[in-house]
């Protein structure tokens, strides 16, 4: 199969999937719209290149990295806010709360900690996946990931402890 109809299949297939992960990243659509956007110029200037790699695995090793490299370049962070609508019923204007505030409380984590939290619990990436994609060791994986969790249990107390079943 042609490389070039390769590429317009895999983005057809896989371009959803990319969009909801830099929004996870990001927490914002115009700045996910403009991750997935400058992934996909990598992608498509290495494309032809890229020869027989896991075209997943090569496509979020690209968006990771521009996510936290765009970040480092920046040095701009936004804290997106919101509040739930005043008229939710009493459990979904609870899970709404809940949301928010983990959104906001992820949103204060550094880039890095983000994407491995990312990788590992939104996309249910082993550590070693994981290191992979980022580019780094499963050590500094574990240690981002146990690190991101302490800060979010620090923000957010009982949003984290009502995911994990515990009430505080």
């Known amino acids: 199969m042609d490389r070039e109809v390769e590429l317009r299949q895999f983005v057809s297939t896989r371009g959803a999937a990319l969009s909801r992960a830099a929004y996870l990243l990001t927490g914002d659509h115009q700045a996910a719209e403009d991750l997935v956007q400058d992934t996909y110029v990598v992608l498509v200037r290495r494309w032809q290149k890229s020869g027989k790699v896991d075209p997943d695995a090569y496509v979020r090793r690209i968006l990771y990295t521009r996510f936290v490299d765009g970040w ?10 919101a509040s739930p609508p005043d008229d939710a019923g009493g459990n979904e204007a609870d ?3 809940t949301r928010l505030t983990l959104r906001d409380a992820l949103a204060r984590l550094t880039p890095r900690q983000r994407a491995v939290l990312m ?9 070693v ?4 994609a ?5 050590n500094t994986v574990k240690s981002q990931t146990r690190l991101a969790l302490q800060r979010l249990r620090e923000l957010a107390p009982k949003a984290v402890a009502s995911l994990e079943g515990v009430e505080s």
């Open 95 to 97: 899970a709404v709360d």
């Open 72 to 81: 480092r370049r920046r040095r701009l962070i936004e804290f997106p806010s």
């Open 119 to 127: 990788l590992r619990f939104y996309e249910d990436l082993t550590e």
């Open 134 to 138: 980022l580019g780094i060791s499963a």
């Open 129 to 132: 996946q994981a290191a992979s």
